[in-house]
């Protein structure tokens, strides 16, 4: 094999990649998310280790494009012939059939259909260091990651004493870890940041014995009676309970007219179940999108986080039962809502809010005869 480098970042510190990868095995089906490939050198690193098994894939993002991470520079990286040094590279491994390549920015690419439609048992983050780029690639991956899987944050150290904290990547890796604490365990700090995605069933017991409260924020774990009866486990929930509990509240909203917002409550064996501690509803105007709906939402949790946290931690509130039994809606609900048949009849206004309501720029949801994806466009009148 020749493979072509001009430059090595990552061959010194596989030692401890092995550690931290140690409870893998290669000849199990294996899928791997790379953020940042560049010539590839790692890229066919974790081929040769870990895709022995011929169904293990790897997914390598990378816009190779000329940018800058440090200071003010124009261009740091010109990538100039780059990305034809990663294809002769990972030609030369004999397992190109199995990487998948988007060349995009990880911003894009983590929301395409294509990579959202598997999960991962590692994700390996070395793209653009820039703080926010760093937090937002890990926000985005993370729901992406397998329960017990690992994520890995390369280069943590990385310009430490000379650049301001959010050029390089610690102060994202540090607040990433501190907000997803209740569902991570930090099993390697060194040049690099290793966590494990925490199995609330399985771990339990560890839960137990070292927390005094637990926190889900759109977690998609449902938590066991016997976890939620001995710790106190608190569910940061975007919808307005009990209306509309389960899958995408919101979307239902725009649909079934039952209030939008956001809540935050004790949690029991129930989904989206609990006395609730507060809430905040929010106004669904007609010319909503799920999009535009779902920002909304979020912005009321960010306010009842900020109000109501410091009360929460020190168990200072009064919790109170739902006012009726309220709704579900479950995955294949809007599985089933997305599916358009163009033989039914229906009015306009429960077309156009179906339309709205599974309207996402980045996402296709709604389709027409498993042929089409239909979206819509709404736009304020003499706005």
Same mark, same amino acid.
């Given at each position: 094999?020749?493979?072509?480098?001009?430059?090595?970042?990552?061959?010194?510190?596989?030692?401890?990649?092995?550690?931290?990868?140690?409870?893998?095995?290669?000849?199990?089906?294996?899928?791997?998310?790379? !953020?940042?490939?560049?010539?590839?050198?790692?890229?066919?690193?974790?081929?040769? +280790?870990?895709?022995?098994?011929?169904?293990?894939?790897?997914?390598?993002?990378?816009?190779?494009?000329?940018?800058?991470?440090?200071?003010?520079?124009? @261009?740091?990286?010109?990538?100039?012939? @780059?990305?034809?040094?990663?294809?002769?590279?990972?030609?030369?491994?004999?397992?190109?059939?199995?990487?998948?390549?988007?060349?995009?920015?990880?911003?894009?690419?983590?929301?395409?259909?294509?990579?959202?439609? %598997?999960?991962?048992?590692?994700?390996?983050?070395?793209?653009?260091?820039?703080?926010?780029?760093?937090?937002?690639?890990?926000?985005?991956?993370?729901?992406?990651?397998?329960?017990?899987?690992?994520?890995?944050?390369?280069?943590?150290?990385?310009?430490?004493? !000379?650049?301001?904290?959010?050029?390089?990547?610690?102060?994202?890796?540090?607040?990433?870890?501190?907000?997803?604490?209740?569902?991570?365990?930090?099993?390697?700090?060194?040049?690099?940041?290793?966590?494990?995605?925490?199995?609330?069933?399985?771990?339990?017991?560890?839960?137990?014995?070292?927390?005094?409260?637990?926190?889900?924020?759109?977690? %998609?774990?449902?938590?066991?009676?016997?976890?939620?009866?001995?710790?106190?486990? !608190?569910?940061?929930?975007?919808?307005?309970?009990?209306?509309?509990?389960?899958?995408?509240?919101?979307?239902?909203?725009?649909?079934?007219?039952?209030?939008?917002?956001?809540?935050?409550?004790?949690?029991?064996?129930?989904?989206?179940?609990? &006395?609730?501690?507060?809430?905040?509803?929010?106004?669904?105007? &007609?010319?909503? /999108?799920?999009?535009?709906?779902?920002?909304?939402?979020? +912005?009321?949790?960010?306010?009842?986080?900020?109000?109501?946290?410091?009360?929460?931690?020190?168990?200072?509130?009064?919790?109170?039962?739902?006012?009726?039994?309220?709704?579900?809606? /479950?995955?294949?609900?809007?599985? +089933?809502?997305?599916?358009?048949?163009?033989?039914?009849?229906?009015?306009?206004?429960?077309?156009?809010?179906?339309?709205?309501?599974?309207?996402?720029?980045?996402?296709?949801?709604?389709?027409?005869?498993?042929?089409?994806?239909?979206?819509?466009?709404?736009?304020?009148?003499?706005?």
């Amino acid at each position: 094999m020749k493979f072509k480098y001009t430059v090595d970042w990552f061959e010194g510190k596989t030692e401890k990649l092995f550690e931290i990868m140690g409870h893998f095995d290669p000849r199990q089906e294996l899928h791997l998310l790379e !953020i940042g490939s560049y010539e590839g050198r790692s890229t066919v690193w974790f081929i040769k +280790n870990y895709l022995i098994n011929k169904n293990s894939t790897i997914t390598c993002i990378d816009p190779w494009m000329p940018y800058s991470q440090i200071d003010n520079k124009p @261009v740091e990286f010109d990538l100039k012939g @780059v990305y034809d040094t990663f294809i002769h590279n990972i030609k030369e491994t004999g397992k190109d059939n199995q990487i998948l390549i988007k060349k995009s920015k990880s911003s894009y690419a983590l929301l395409d259909d294509d990579i959202r439609s %598997k999960e991962y048992d590692m994700v390996f983050i070395d793209g653009n260091h820039s703080s926010h780029c760093v937090l937002q690639d890990a926000v985005y991956s993370w729901d992406l990651l397998k329960v017990n899987g690992i994520m890995i944050f390369d280069d943590y150290k990385w310009r430490i004493k !000379i650049s301001p904290p959010q050029s390089r990547p610690k102060i994202a890796v540090d607040g990433f870890v501190e907000c997803y604490a209740n569902f991570l365990e930090k099993i390697h700090v060194g040049s690099r940041v290793a966590v494990r995605n925490i199995n609330v069933v399985e771990d339990q017991e560890e839960i137990v014995n070292k927390y005094d409260i637990v926190f889900s924020a759109h977690c %998609k774990q449902i938590f066991p009676k016997s976890l939620v009866d001995r710790v106190r486990c !608190i569910n940061i929930h975007p919808g307005y309970n009990p209306y509309n509990r389960g899958w995408y509240p919101h979307v239902f909203s725009i649909i079934n007219k039952l209030p939008a917002g956001a809540t935050i409550h004790e949690m029991d064996e129930k989904l989206d179940h609990g &006395s609730i501690i507060c809430q905040e509803e929010v106004e669904i105007d &007609s010319w909503d /999108t799920g999009e535009s709906l779902y920002r909304k939402v979020i +912005n009321a949790e960010r306010s009842l986080i900020e109000k109501w946290l410091k009360n929460i931690i020190d168990h200072e509130y009064v919790a109170t039962s739902p006012t009726s039994k309220g709704n579900l809606n /479950t995955k294949l609900d809007f599985e +089933n809502l997305c599916r358009i048949d163009s033989n039914s009849t229906v009015k306009v206004s429960d077309f156009v809010d179906l339309l709205r309501a599974t309207s996402y720029s980045e996402f296709d949801n709604a389709f027409l005869d498993d042929e089409l994806y239909v979206k819509i466009l709404l736009n304020r009148k003499n706005s």
